[in-house]
């Protein structure tokens, strides 16, 4: 794979990503050099950059196709309009996605690509951290992380309606993981070997998530240069993941229904319909019911989606999974990263405990890559941490009752000790949730007790609240 793009930024991560999934990646910072390395080897997949200053992505593309006599290009832009759409396909371009990207998107796109060519069986899964298309490289999901019981359900109830054919539809915040639900639920059928194609209804406009879903016919409209099959047909006996289905127009919610019930495709532009064996799991942070009294919603696709409901709940509402959580995204992104990384300072954990997440696991997931980013040590710091987690509102002049402010060392000391009273006193337990060497903790607690801090701060302590 190309990678071409002036910002080392995103060239860089889209490098870690792929060489991750068994791609051999190789960047160029400008397309001149792009040219100079496609004149010098082949390259399977060209992912281009289109804003860039010595040449942009199209005329890349377009020089690309005089070297090379079928490159496979997709364009990355920032500025995702139809017209630019249909300039890069009228170009040539095997497809485009829109900048700021989601990594989902771009490896579906790869993997649609990779397919064209038939290369999809060379390209080597990326392991269980991966959260590509299961189709395309055979690749897992994330474990489903969480004690909380309401998560200890939901896992429950995805171990039984994985092996049927029923719709499920997935409810939660954003940022709760509900695609992460959806790629378990098929990772665990017996669809698990075809393809688990994802679809945003948010993110297209209804004319390209129709052309996207439903395919084309050459012809079909301007810029439509060669027949596409659609998405519907790439996960024909696989799973389609609808995320964000309220999103969908009315009309497109009676296309989608006439394919539930017909198991049948037919392309815009098309006459004839092509069957298709599909498993339907959508997701929506919406209340469906209030947009089918609102009559912005079918009822009767709502029938058809809500025959198994997953509720995914926000992390606000299982804090206990919170230090499950960021233990393995911590450990994720140090392995990456080649990081030492072994776990969070009792300061840095009770900051994380005690923030709302309006933004859920994701937000979580977020503010964990960036402190193994900027952690100099072996432990993340309140330091590492985002001002919104470490900064916290003064009270007012007029408050009643304020408390004295408890040292760094109180809350550090306070937080020890009531892990050490969940573990029941099991040091082993306490110096692993808190995520030091057990000689740390006994260091620790050793320090306290010569600051005659035990017996104190055991009893009623400094408020961390």
Request: aromatic residues 4%; contains cysteine.
């Amino acid at each position: 794979m190309l990678v071409v793009d002036d910002d080392p930024g995103a060239s860089g991560l889209l490098r870690e990503v792929f060489v991750e999934e068994g791609y051999d990646v190789v960047l160029a910072s400008s397309g001149a050099a792009a040219l100079d390395l496609a004149a010098a080897r082949p390259f399977d997949i060209v992912l281009s950059d289109v804003q860039m200053p010595d040449l942009d992505g199209i005329e890349v593309l377009r020089r690309l196709r005089r070297l090379t006599p079928d490159p496979t290009v997709i364009l990355v832009t920032a500025y995702g309009t139809i017209e630019t759409a249909i300039r890069a396909l009228h170009e040539g371009a095997f497809d485009y996605v829109r900048k700021p990207f989601k990594l989902d998107e771009v490896r579906l796109c790869v993997a649609r690509a990779m397919e064209r060519r038939g290369l999809r069986e060379a390209v080597k899964s990326g392991g269980a951290a991966s959260t590509h298309p299961a189709g395309a490289g055979h690749g897992r999901a994330r474990p489903i992380v969480g004690s909380h019981p309401g998560m200890v359900e939901l896992i429950k109830l995805v171990s039984r309606v994985a092996g049927t054919k029923s719709s499920v539809l997935v409810i939660g915040e954003s940022g709760t993981g509900k695609e992460l639900i959806a790629r378990t639920i098929h990772e665990a059928s017996p669809r698990h070997d075809r393809a688990f194609v994802a679809v945003s209804c948010t993110s297209l406009s209804e004319t390209l998530l129709e052309s996207e879903l439903f395919g084309h016919v050459k012809g079909a409209f301007t810029g439509a240069i060669e027949r596409r099959p659609g998405l519907f047909l790439e996960a024909n006996r696989g799973t389609v993941f609808l995320d964000e289905v309220g999103d969908m127009s009315l009309s497109m919610q009676a296309k989608l229904l006439r394919v539930l019930q017909e198991q049948e495709v037919k392309p815009v532009g098309g006459t004839d319909t092509v069957p298709v064996d599909l498993r339907v799991v959508a997701a929506t942070h919406q209340d469906l019911e209030a947009l089918v009294e609102a009559k912005r919603f079918r009822e009767d696709l709502y029938y058809r989606l809500h025959v198994v409901a997953l509720h995914v709940p926000p992390l606000r509402e299982r804090r206990e999974d919170i230090p499950l959580l960021a233990g393995h995204f911590l450990r994720e992104y140090a392995a990456r990263s080649g990081r030492p990384l072994r776990g969070f300072s009792a300061t840095a954990m009770e900051l994380l405990l005690a923030h709302p997440w309006p933004g859920n696991v994701r937000e979580l997931e977020n503010v964990v890559e960036r402190a193994v980013a900027l952690a100099p040590g072996s432990t993340v710091e309140v330091a590492d941490l985002p001002e919104k987690l470490i900064g916290r509102p003064r009270p007012g002049p007029t408050s009643p009752q304020v408390r004295p402010r408890p040292t760094l060392e109180d809350m550090t000391c306070e937080y020890v000790l009531r892990v050490r009273g969940q573990s029941k006193g099991n040091k082993s337990e306490t110096a692993r949730i808190l995520g030091v060497p057990r000689r740390t903790l006994y260091r620790m607690l050793e320090r306290y007790a010569e600051a005659g801090k035990l017996s104190d701060m055991g009893h009623s302590g400094a408020s961390v609240h």
